[in-house]
């Protein structure tokens, strides 16, 4: 089965501070997403990429920048931190159209 | 942008019980759909996905799909209280080889013994 990690599992920052949400698939998935759930919004696509310095713009990319350093390794970056970006992020890598996803990362923006 | 609406927001239901739950999207070109369970604390994982219009079934799992009405519903056979969680319909859009998906915002259920 596809394996996706995710670090750290929990963070909290401060309002303006810098955060790096990092991602890893070992199958060699051409397809990386980030994507955020909240209540009430359900899950929202960032930003994806189809390959190693491929960058799309997903849904909800205000706020987010991603880079996509490696076949395997998906990093989400928030530069200035707000509380509105206070969220579970999960990542998700696929092949075809089955995403596999990671296990989340909880961020609290104070 | 393709629209995805689930109902109901939550059920609660005895075990063994069948349930059915609901999603309907707005794209009728949309090439695929999906149902994802979500257990508390862990990611998002595929169940069973249809392509074409009618049924498909797979072990307790059966999901029906009409484009015309643009809904596609999830019926789960003899339920059980690990099937509690949270059911998350998600279509594929059209355009660009993507594998792009767009979720609803889900159905909670819980099955109690």
């Known amino acids: 089965e596809a394996a996706v990690t995710q670090s750290p599992r929990n963070k909290v920052t401060v309002t303006g501070g810098n955060v790096t949400l990092s991602c890893r698939q070992t199958?060699?998935?051409?397809?990386m997403y980030w994507y955020r759930q909240d209540t009430g919004h359900g899950l929202r696509l960032i930003h994806y990429?189809?390959?190693?310095?491929?960058?799309q713009i997903g849904d909800v990319p205000d706020g987010y920048k991603a880079t996509r350093t490696t076949q395997e390794d998906f990093f989400l970056l928030l530069e200035l931190a707000s509380p509105s970006q206070t969220s579970l992020y999960f990542c998700?890598?696929?092949?075809?159209?089955?995403?596999?996803f990671g296990p989340g990362t909880r961020l609290t923006v104070l | 942008q393709e629209k995805v609406q689930q109902s109901p927001e939550s059920l609660i239901v005895p075990e063994g019980a069948m349930v059915s739950l609901n999603c309907s999207f707005s794209?009728?070109?949309?090439?695929s759909i999906w149902w994802y369970q979500q257990h508390p604390g862990k990611g998002p994982k595929a169940l069973i996905?249809?392509?074409?219009?009618g049924n498909k079934k797979e072990g307790r799992l059966t999901v029906y799909l009409n484009r015309a009405s643009l809904h596609v519903s999830l019926h789960i056979k003899d339920s059980q209280p690990s099937d509690s969680a949270v059911y998350l319909c998600?279509?594929?859009?059209?355009?660009?080889?993507?594998?792009?998906?767009?979720f609803g915002h889900g159905t909670i259920l819980r099955v109690h013994p």
């Open positions: 998700a890598s696929s092949e075809g159209t089955e995403q596999y």
């Open positions: 199958n060699s998935h051409n397809y």
């Open positions: 990429s189809y390959g190693a310095g491929n960058l």
């Open positions: 794209d009728s070109a949309s090439q």
């Open positions: 996905s249809i392509f074409s219009n």
């Open positions: 998600a279509v594929r859009n059209t355009g660009a080889n993507t594998g792009k998906l767009t």
